[in-house]
């Protein structure tokens, strides 16, 4: 099964390169299934139920989030009652929303979890490896897995992958914006990605107008971000994983324009 994943989807630019380039590769056979992390996709900084919806309708079928979650409070509600969009598993189970989610791909039970890092995070998180463990001891039959793993701290997301190899087919990690080059298989058969890179404008710092970014760490002040404007790509990795086992065959990183 090929697995399309993609990294932080920013704002309408994120999103314009999403319908450019998702539609096209399910048709091609690229992607049976397709998994994104969508935490700025409205408007830089959050999701709601509109945006969620105008992913799902362009191919998207399982939307991930990150510590941007909660930036939109009237997607709650969404976030509760919505199947296929997940927020990290180890917030306290009152937060709304779900952590895990499994979607059926062809016959096949693929399972999608979020967690998130502790390391640099402003929230009071439970810790991600020991909710890992209990995510999966929950979950049944589900013949994939697949893990957003969003962290700021590179050896934090290292960490996760090493933790959970051979128990899931990949962790993925998102966050940072960047796509790193230590897309592998580790030995236990786990696909492994430090990160998955941003979707969205370039022309930036990490998906917001530069000059502002710059701004902002010459004066230290609180200013507002903007998302970017110009040119997107499309940032992610392609997964195919053997349906039988659960491990992965190959992970191949993926930069449209
Ligand atoms: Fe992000
Ligand atoms: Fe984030």
Redesign the pocket.
């Known amino acids: 099964m090929k697995i399309l994943f993609l990294?932080?989807i920013?704002g309408n630019p994120g999103r314009e390169v999403f319908a450019k380039h998702v539609p096209a590769m399910r048709r091609n056979g690229e992607a049976d299934v397709v998994i994104a992390?969508a935490?700025?996709a409205a408007g830089g900084s959050g999701i709601t139920e509109s945006v969620a919806r105008e992913l799902f309708s362009f191919g998207c079928d399982v939307i991930t989030l990150?510590?941007?979650v909660w930036d939109k409070r009237e997607v709650y509600p969404f976030l509760n009652s919505a199947p296929n969009v997940v927020r990290p598993a180890n917030f306290a189970s009152e937060a709304p929303g779900r952590g895990m989610c499994v979607v059926d791909v062809n016959g096949v039970r693929v399972a999608v979890v979020a967690l998130m890092g502790r390391t640099f995070m402003k929230y009071l998180l439970n810790c991600p490896f020991r909710t890992l463990d209990s995510v999966l001891g929950d979950l049944t039959g589900a013949g994939i897995i697949v893990v957003d793993m969003?962290a700021e701290a590179t050896s934090e997301k290292v960490a996760m992958g090493w933790y959970a190899d051979g128990r899931v087919s990949a962790v993925l990690g998102?966050?940072?914006?960047i796509q790193t080059a230590d897309a592998q298989i580790l030995p236990g058969g786990t696909a492994y990605i430090t990160d998955a890179g941003?979707t969205g404008p370039y022309d930036s710092v990490?998906?917001q107008t530069k000059e502002r970014i710059i701004e902002r760490y010459l004066t230290g002040l609180p200013n507002k971000f903007e998302v970017a404007s110009g040119k997107a790509m499309l940032c992610g990795v392609v997964l195919d994983v053997d349906e039988a086992t659960g491990r992965a065959r190959s992970i191949v990183r993926v930069q449209k324009d």
Not at 174 to 177: E, F, M, P, R
């Open positions: 990294g932080d920013v992390n935490e700025n990150g510590d941007h969003h998102t966050h940072t914006h941003m990490i998906g």
